[in-house]
């Protein structure tokens, strides 16, 4: 290709970095084409695995008969712990407190014992209902409510954050309130549950398909079961139908007994979890009690805050320490405190064991933010935006101090006041609050409620060496590429964003960059896919790969045409060279020729984050994405329904790589953290049994639960304060407390009925039931209210 050269301003590659480009699998994904686990071909004499879950919520096992499950029609051999050939121990956190099969103990009900293989999964699960096993039942603890923080047993060391003197700021505080606030779980309930294939191979190999967020850490897990070095196991994921974090960990227990069964018997095995099992026998959000003592001045600036963020860990440790460290990271949200002292407890249950959720405890510490600026709003008689206003972190640019975290990270790139105010004004906040009022005066039953709360949302892995990550470019010799890394796809379209990273940077179509599927006999080491960093840590480790090519084809070019550095320039879909140009693919056919290597595996770490726990002090994220919503409702104050009028949105994705996708993410994410805090309610009985196990007795939001008018935009202006990649934001789990502005605004319709004179202190999930309670709690407390007025 040789002559014009087009306008480099108009002429550009299709499908780069920040071009809205749909999701590459969406197409697959509504025509049902898209290939998940269970839809492999299996491999001839592929047998299937079903569990045998605890039947109690703790007790020790007395006696096991398991001779009905192996008579049963299909069976060909049944594991129990005996059966591991290396370590019963898949802890994540190496507290060596998770089995992969009880042993002689269990600790919540749906705790796997035994695994049953059989010729058909139908066969597998009907058989594991046939066991005969007594226990000698111990008292259970299900619930956190009532327990002590300071002396009930903790699953791991808890951590405490302080700046300043919080008791003495308390103590010379002019306003002083205390509360409670409960707090509930949530499942993950991806679409494709918990799925693993495990296909042995020579010697010690064994190859697993497994639907995990992990790859590294399921191949490490599989191989410390097995009793072999992990280079003998390769994790391989195309895609999942789901994850939410929810795949974290919470995979491994299945694909390492696929994996023992498929060594074992020499035969391919496959494990599926229907959606009961599933739910009964995997982690969840965390459920919290948050305590709070908050001092503040008449005009609603905070002074000083104690907190306890006490959890429902579950029976073994498994991510429950960091979670609750991000709940605390993430304590003042968008707010300076002065004074403020924060400590976790990781409370032990007999439940499940609570793992990661999107958004990795943050949510859950934003919620107790924001029910503290309800607190002193409801005390000094303003309106909760006002209060949120009041005290934020200084803005970006501003010399000041309130910009010190609780654990002592300066928020130096801080925008939500700029987000707020154009939300505000675009939502038209002032004059909707106004009708509210007046529409509120007049209507007996039916009550709206308005709320706008903001996002602040640290990105790194707490744990500094889960901040890296790897990836592998092939450029063949036709110019077609070729890409992978260790980020996994759930969805999310981060193989898209990478994909686009990579054409970006040879400045070819996006049709030319394959995208492949994970593994970790590709790209090792890798961290989960978590954090929302996926991006920011994939992205980058792809680009450094793409460079070192890009730098060999320049160098190529350099001497083969005797040009400067300078006269290479990479054109879309072309390359010139000096006053020539030729075309992508015939520079790679020739560098080629002359052997210069066209493959490069590329790595990245994120720069400037450390963090020193026993001090509670650290640089922990490498910065900030924010966020605002607004959100209405209305609420019956006779029964406790509730409809989400509007919601209106402006998030922070920095220079988004694809606002398709992440508009996308926004939208899902506030859907979700609504969810979480309306509808979803987990509930065990007085037996430890799970009862809300299904789409039956677990409500998601429904497609008619989204708002009546939702409207979600991106800023147009924003960009990383650091050099992320192409200056892009994190966007996976930031998104997710925009849901608050449907609590708030719950809570503000419900304390229309006694004048807004009472903070409602609405506990989450607000289901109606929850909405009708403190609605008749409230009306109570007005009328004592009255009462006492009359008689003075």
Not at 266 to 288: N, P, Q, S, Y
Not at 415 to 429: C, G, K, M, N, P
Not at 436 to 461: C, D, H, M, Q, Y
Not at 538 to 567: C, P, S, T, W
């Amino acid at each position: 290709m040789t002559g014009h050269l087009p306008d480099e301003k108009t002429d550009r590659i299709a499908g780069g970095v920040h071009t809205p480009t749909h999701h590459d699998s969406a197409h697959k994904h509504v025509t049902g084409t898209a290939v998940y686990i269970d839809d492999m071909p299996e491999p001839s004499g592929t047998l299937h695995a079903g569990i045998g879950f605890a039947t109690v919520a703790h007790g020790s096992i007395k006696s096991m008969d398991l001779s009905a499950v192996y008579a049963a029609p299909g069976v060909v051999d049944v594991l129990t712990y005996k059966d591991i050939p290396g370590v019963n121990e898949i802890s994540p956190s190496g507290m060596q407190d998770d089995p992969v099969l009880a042993v002689d103990r269990v600790e919540f009900h749906g705790q796997p014992i035994f695994c049953v293989i059989a010729k058909t999964r139908d066969q597998a699960r009907r058989a594991a209902r046939l066991a005969k096993i007594s226990y000698e039942e111990l008292p259970a603890i299900l619930d956190i409510w009532a327990l002590d923080a300071e002396t009930h047993r903790q699953v791991s060391t808890p951590l405490t954050l302080k700046r300043g003197d919080a008791a003495s700021a308390l103590a010379a505080s002019p306003r002083r309130v205390k509360g409670r606030m409960q707090l509930g779980g949530q499942d993950h309930f991806y679409l494709e549950g918990q799925v693993s294939l495990a296909v042995p191979g020579e010697d010690d190999e064994v190859v697993v398909y497994c639907s995990t967020q992990g790859p590294s850490e399921t191949q490490h897990m599989i191989a410390q079961v097995l009793g072999v070095p992990s280079h003998a196991v390769t994790v391989e994921v195309r895609r999942m139908g789901g994850g939410f974090g929810g795949k974290e960990t919470q995979a491994n227990q299945w694909a390492v007994l696929a994996a023992v069964a498929a060594k074992k018997l020499k035969r391919a095995v496959k494990l599926r979890l229907d959606r009961d099992e599933d739910m009964m026998a995997t982690g969840k959000r965390h459920d919290f009690a948050i305590d709070y003592d908050v001092g503040f001045d008449e005009e609603g600036r905070i002074l000083g805050i104690d907190y306890t963020f006490a959890l429902r860990a579950g029976f073994s440790a498994d991510l429950s320490g960091p979670v609750g460290d991000r709940a605390l990271f993430h304590c003042d949200n968008a707010y300076f405190f002065p004074h403020v002292h924060a400590k976790s407890a990781l409370l032990y249950t007999n439940t499940v064991s609570n793992t990661a959720f999107r958004g990795f405890g943050g949510p859950q510490g934003m919620v107790g933010a924001e029910r503290v600026i309800d607190e002193v709003a409801f005390a000094v008689g303003k309106d909760p935006l006002e209060i949120r206003k009041l005290n934020f972190y200084d803005a970006m640019g501003v010399a000041g101090e309130r910009n010190l975290t609780p654990y002592h990270q300066k928020v130096e790139d801080c925008i939500i006041q700029r987000i707020v105010a154009e939300l505000e004004t675009s939502a038209d906040y002032a004059a909707r609050r106004k009708a509210i009022e007046k529409f509120n005066a007049t209507s007996p039953v039916v009550k709206r409620g308005l709320a706008l709360t903001p996002v602040k949302f640290g990105i790194s892995f707490t744990k500094t060496e889960a901040n890296q990550a790897g990836a592998l470019v092939h450029v063949y010799a036709d110019g077609s590429v070729h890409m992978n890394h260790g980020g996994t796809e759930m969805g999310q379209g981060l193989h898209l964003k990478v994909a686009q990273v990579v054409a970006e940077e040879f400045q070819i179509d996006l049709d030319r960059v394959k995208i492949t599927a994970t593994t970790t006999g590709k790209v090792p080491n890798t961290s989960p896919t978590a954090a929302s960093s996926g991006a920011d840590l994939n992205g980058m480790a792809a680009q450094n790969a793409a460079r070192q090519i890009k730098e060999r084809l320049i160098d190529f070019a350099m001497e083969a045409h005797r040009v400067r550095r300078d006269q290479v320039v990479f054109l879309p879909n072309r390359v010139r060279i000096g006053n020539e140009e030729i075309s992508f693919n015939e520079l790679v056919r020739q560098a080629y020729m002359n052997r210069v290597q066209l493959s490069a595996a590329g790595f990245y770490k994120t720069p400037k984050i450390h963090w020193d726990r026993a001090r509670g002090r650290g640089h922990a994220f490498y910065y900030f994405a924010y966020g605002a919503a607004c959100s209405e409702v209305s609420v019956d104050t006779l029964t406790g329904e509730y409809v989400v009028e509007r919601t209106d949105i402006l998030h922070d994705t920095g220079r988004s790589l694809n606002e398709a996708i992440d508009i996308g993410q926004v939208e899902g994410g506030f859907i979700q953290g609504m969810g979480w805090l309306t509808t979803e309610e987990l509930w065990w009985d007085d037996k430890g049994r799970l009862r809300t196990h299904a789409p039956s007795t677990y409500k998601i939001p429904l497609a008619s639960d989204r708002p009546k008018i939702f409207n979600v935009a991106l800023t147009d202006w924003s960009q990383a304060y650091e050099p992320t990649i192409h200056r892009s934001k994190a966007v996976g789990e930031p998104p997710l407390p925009l849901g608050l502005s449907v609590l708030h605004a719950l809570s503000d319709a419900i304390a229309s009925v006694a004048d807004h004179k009472i903070c409602p202190r609405l506990d989450a999930p607000a289901t109606p039931e929850r909405v009708l309670m403190t609605v008749e709690r409230l009306r109570a407390g007005a009328g004592t209210r009255t009462r006492a007025g009359a008689e003075a």
